[in-house]
């Protein structure tokens, strides 16, 4: 599978953070602990006005 520019990014923050999934999740402002995987695997996209993502990477 060919991920994206985002894919990559959000992959390489993810693995590098200190933060739980259950952590990034709460932090980032989604329900679920496993749409972190999903978005680091390119299974989903994100919404480009979805202020959270950076917030829970410590953006």
Known sequence: ????????FLSEAIENSPLTQRELADRSGFKSPNIHPMLKFGETRVAGSH????????D
């Open 51 to 58: 202020p959270g993502i950076g917030a829970g990477l410590g």
């Open 1 to 8: 599978m060919t991920q994206s520019p985002t894919a990559n």
